[in-house]
């Protein structure tokens, strides 16, 4: 008895999902096919220039790292200015120091505790 009313509200879903779901793949069928027409241009299909992207793309990013270094110096520099000047900062921007050295203490904290397999207390020697 049980197993045929299980069997009965199994086929009246299965009767509301089959529509919904052709109509979904219908949809996303067609929203891929169309989004890769309109962008073919970009698409690589030698497999010899598709690996040729893979590195250009890692010596691009790696290539970037000097600009990268650049900006933090010098962001690293308006901050010990403000640092110097600690007394003349305002409550907002002490409060947010203040926020970002937790932060940074946090991180610094859950980086050890992974670094030392999950233990809170310390190494198991």
Avoid: H
Wanted: hydrophobic share 45%; aromatic share 8%.
């Amino acid at each position: 008895m049980a197993t045929q009313k299980l069997a009965s509200v199994a086929a009246q879903a299965r009767k509301l999902i089959d529509p919904l779901y052709a109509t979904l793949r219908r949809e996303t069928i067609s929203s891929y096919e169309q989004m890769m027409a309109a962008n073919k241009q970009y698409v690589v299909t030698d497999p010899v220039a598709a690996e040729r992207l893979a590195k250009s793309w890692f010596y691009t990013k790696l290539s970037q790292i000097p600009a990268g270094i650049k900006t933090s110096e010098a962001e690293l520099g308006v901050l010990k200015g403000k640092l110097r000047s600690w007394k003349e900062l305002s409550a907002q921007e002490m409060g947010v120091l203040c926020l970002f050295g937790a932060e940074l203490f946090c991180w610094a904290s859950i980086g050890e505790i992974i670094g030392r397999g999950g233990s809170i207390t310390g190494d198991d020697i």
